[in-house]
């Protein structure tokens, strides 16, 4: 897989970082043509299409009008989530996060290298070439949020940054900070295109554009977006003979393209897309960045996942926005070949993607190291966006399952409980020795702390969807829903659990009269034992991995109450995962669990303890909850074995003793995950050894 001639975000900051300091700003002043253009706040529908959603209607992704789309997502605003699990985090998120990251930006010159292009800033151009793109994944961030509630303040500021922005495009469309000024006539050439990121940085400001519309209606951003692609971008690049090569370098651009169409309607955004999919043979692409890319060749020639983890995913995210919109069967079943690859040989048990650091990339087949774990932030993200999306085209319970296997575990880990560190990688085991500081508050390459933002704030969209015959039910916890069925009928549900400490789940439906219709309720992949009731009578079928469909006349006040035993398992791997062999890993519910150095008996060193296991599978844990404890949480204990003879004492190599070793019976503690490296920095593990008792 490595080459010389490939680049990973990490690596180019070393290789061209240094051009990029030593460049000088020249150009000023476009201002004076964009600034009639973009003065103001603008706010009003797009009127493109009379039967597109209302903006402030549209899902995360809006799926309303796509053909090939069995589910249709709510809106964010639609689901209130109350106090439990999430309600806490998201309001770290939108009240710490969002706006300390905003200082990060604009302190690390983020912003600065849009208000020099206009002379309100003397700062040089800083960061790496794809800098502009945490903006915009902040202003996605900030979009979510909003619907969730207005923030004035919040508000006031994302205009004003908007502003700023929208004030650097030129009048024939192009916006890009590291391409405008003295780097201009580098634009789109065929190397820039492959390691530039200038699409990329396109896409994400399409994307964050379209979730601040949603919130506010406000097309400022929208517009700039708009122009970009219809007055640079479509004019210069596509198959046509007179039009140039295009190519996604990295991919994200796919996905915003087609969510712009479904916002304003206009079908030329699905044919680039799609036309940026399939490749363009006109240009040789060395095989290495082909595979490292996951772009170049018809996204349909595809059999595994391999390159760069994040790219990978937009991709697929892409991909399956195209199949969504056009139903190219080709599309389905390179998806679905793709999707058994990274549940069958790439995924860790966490929904973190992207085994290896070098290149940031997918590893071999069962290539799954634990320290050396890269699975970043963004990669795991990626995941779940292109699970929500496999959800949407086939209504299929397995790829939500996914979808709460990364957002509880290898997303969440991402963040620090008080909302102010990020993981860039998230490994399932460590060891301080290494010196590696895992969270922290900025990074040169900040890709990952704005894309969790965005995650968390964009949560209530993924709750539900609607179907032509009902309602899906994805996610638990403390929530109520106030939309409404697809025939117009208005609805709500109302959620109370302690999901996911505990697996009872009382919902009350209450649409405005009755009505039949079909709910489909999500039985999670692990709750073999689930049983459901409405009105306290049993409903048969429920089974793990599946939803259960129950079409009935459902009238106002209706109770159905779902119960998950909240057992706890422990996990083998694949035996070809070598580092997981002979160790387990512990899951209770969608959590997966980890040990820390800190939680164990003094003296006791992680390096030498087993789980001990009895013929039961899983043996006997003791759950406990703890509220006090990292913003509360459930703990696991367990027996375990700790090695009389520390092995730090013993030769690198001796013979082979077929005596079980001597051991002492200690008890171990788990704690969720997510929650790691939030007190002091000490061991970790995912994949614990056992022994047999
Ligand atoms: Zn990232």
Known sequence: MSSSRNFSRRQFLTTAAGSTAASVLARPAIASASANLFGATRSFDLG??????????????????????????????????????????????????????????????????????????????????????????WIDAVGWALQSGDRPELHRITDSMIHDVVAIQEPGGYLNTYYQGDRASLRMSQHDQEVGHEMYCLGHMIQGAIAYYRA?????????????????????????????????????????????????????????????????????????????????????????????????????????????????????????????DLTRRQMYVTGGVGARAQWEAFGDPYELPNAQAYGESCAAIGNLMW?????????????????????????????????????????????PSSGDKIRNPWYDVTCCPPNIERTFSSLPGLFYSTSKDGLY???????????????????????????PWEGEVRMTVTPANAREFTLYVRIPWWAEAAS????????????AGEYLAMRRNWKPGDVVSLNFPMTTEVLAANPRVAENRGRVAVRRGPIIYCMEQIDQP???????????????????????????LLDGIVVLHHRG????????TEALYGPVSLATPKTRQENTTFIPYYVWANRQSCAMEVWVPYMRT
């Open 641 to 648: 074995g700790v090695l009389e003879t520390s092995s730090a």
């Open 216 to 340: 506010t209606g406000d097309t400022t951003l929208l517009d700039a977006g708009m122009k970009m692609v219809d007055g640079f971008v479509i004019p210069n690049y596509g198959p046509g003979p007179n039009q140039k090569p295009i190519i996604s370098g990295h991919p994200e651009i796919e996905m915003a393209l087609i969510e712009l169409y479904r916002t304003t309607g206009k079908k030329q955004y699905v044919d680039l897309a799609g036309h940026i999919l399939h490749g363009d043979d006109r240009w040789k692409i060395d095989p290495h960045r082909i595979v490292y890319m996951f772009c170049g060749v018809p996204f349909t020639t595809r059999t595994k996942l391999e390159g760069h983890a994040v790219r990978a995913m937009y991709a697929c995210c892409g991909a399956t926005d195209y199949y969504l919109e056009t139903g190219d069967p080709a599309y389905w079943k390179t998806l679905n070949t793709l999707w058994e």
């Open 48 to 137: 493109i299409s009379g039967d597109l959603l209302p903006w402030r209607d549209q899902g995360v992704i809006n799926t309303s009008r796509s053909p090939y789309a069995k589910l249709h997502g709510v809106p964010v605003h639609a689901v209130t989530i109350e106090e439990g699990f999430w309600y806490k985090r998201r309001k770290t998120n939108v009240e710490k996060s969002i706006p300390t990251m905003r200082e990060e930006l604009e302190s690390h010159g983020r912003m600065n290298n849009f208000r020099r292009l206009v002379g309100k800033s003397s700062a040089p151009q800083i960061g790496p070439y794809f800098s502009d793109s945490d903006i915009y994944k």
């Open 387 to 431: 699970n929500w999306r496999m959800l949407a085209a086939s209504g299929e319970a397995k790829f939500a399952d996914v979808v709460e296997r990364a957002l509880y575990n290898g997303i969440n880990s991402g963040m620090s409980l008080d909302g102010t560190t990020y993981c860039y990688r998230n490994p399932l085991a460590f060891d």
């Open 602 to 628: 003094n003296g006791v060193s992680l390096a030498d303890v087993s789980l001990a296991l009895d013929s039961k599978s899983g043996g006997e844990f003791q759950s406990e909850y703890k509220p006090d």
């Open 473 to 499: 039910v994805h996610l638990y916890d403390n929530s109520l829903l106030d939309w409404h069925l697809e025939d117009g009928t208005p609805i709500k549900v109302q959620q109370r659990t302690n999901y």
């Open 532 to 543: 459901v009731a409405v009105n306290g009578k049993a409903q048969s079928g429920a089974r």
